[in-house]
């Protein structure tokens, strides 16, 4: 059955890095667009991240933009979030979603995405 698997969330301190990744099962991963999430606490979900199916365009929410690297391995189903420069405001359920790319365009909506993992918790604090 279809899987995404998050991992590498954790605590880190104000300033500090954390690299997050997302292993795909199920699918044929490299049809798919992929995106990162999050859900901070008492707040709606929120796009942050995505990258084109092939990895040749990548896209950022403002509140990321300059701090945060998508990238993915279609060799080996995986998705990456790198993250530096990490604030208080990061702390979030971080989840990764894929968007089937089938003739459409790439979309920070998050209704188009078809397939999501459980999210792993990132805590930026001192």
């Known amino acids: 059955q279809v899987q995404l698997v998050e991992s590498g969330g954790g605590l880190a301190q104000p300033g500090g890095s954390l690299t997050l990744s997302c292993a795909g099962s199920?699918?044929?991963?490299?049809?798919?667009?992929m995106s990162w999430a999050r859900q901070a606490p008492g707040k709606g979900l929120e796009w942050v991240s995505g990258?084109?199916?092939?990895?040749?365009?990548?896209y950022y929410a403002d509140s990321v933009r300059g701090r945060f690297t998508i990238s993915r391995d279609n060799a080996k189903n995986t998705l990456y979030l790198q993250m530096n420069s990490l604030r208080p405001e990061d702390t979030a359920l971080y989840y990764c979603a894929a968007q089937l790319r089938d003739g459409t365009h790439f979309s920070t909506s998050l209704n188009d995405y078809k397939y999501w993992g459980q999210g792993t918790q990132v805590t930026v604090s001192s």
């Open positions: 199920g699918f044929t991963f490299s049809n798919y667009y």
């Open positions: 990258i084109y199916s092939d990895g040749s365009d990548t």
